[in-house]
């Protein structure tokens, strides 16, 4: 092998080096593009705990105005509505509670089935008191 031959191979070898290089180079900033498009999109998380917060405080204030604002003579229909959004209520709880593991949505699944059913269970007691209000005594 003469020397022109090992210059040449040099040669050849440093191209393909450098055709390496840029392809490692596309590569790298594809990967970065993917990594930010997944980082923008995939971080919803917080978007999510905003917007249910959002939900949990406009849903106070309309249940606050509900309740306080209607007529007593309605008293005993939104109780039973009350009870039935309650018990909607427990069907999102017992399946948030029952998870093979446990974890805080576990345990607010857990909060969410007790306190559902102490407004189910005072509804009905509430309701079965009002409705004993309108009986006729006997004498």
């Not at 596309?26 to 705990?49: C, I, K, M, T």
């Not at 007529?71 to 109780?79: G, Q, V």
Request: proline share 1%; aromatic share 10%.
């Amino acid at each position: 092998m003469t020397i022109e031959n090992y210059v040449n191979d040099v040669q050849r070898l440093a191209e393909e080096q450098e055709q390496l290089a840029k392809f490692s180079r596309a590569l790298a900033e594809r990967s970065h593009d993917l990594v930010a498009q997944v980082g923008s999109s995939g971080g919803g998380h917080g978007d999510f705990f905003i917007l249910g917060l959002t939900v949990f405080v406009l849903a106070c204030f309309v249940g606050y105005y509900v309740v306080w604002r209607v007529t007593p003579a309605l008293h005993s229909p939104l109780m039973a509505v009350t009870n039935a959004v309650s018990s909607v209520i427990i069907v999102g709880a017992l399946i948030a509670a029952g998870s093979e593991k446990i974890t805080a949505s576990s345990w607010l699944g857990l909060a969410g089935i007790v306190l559902a059913s102490v407004n189910i269970f005072g509804g009905f007691i509430v309701t079965q008191r009002m409705l004993q209000m309108y009986k006729k005594k006997s004498k």
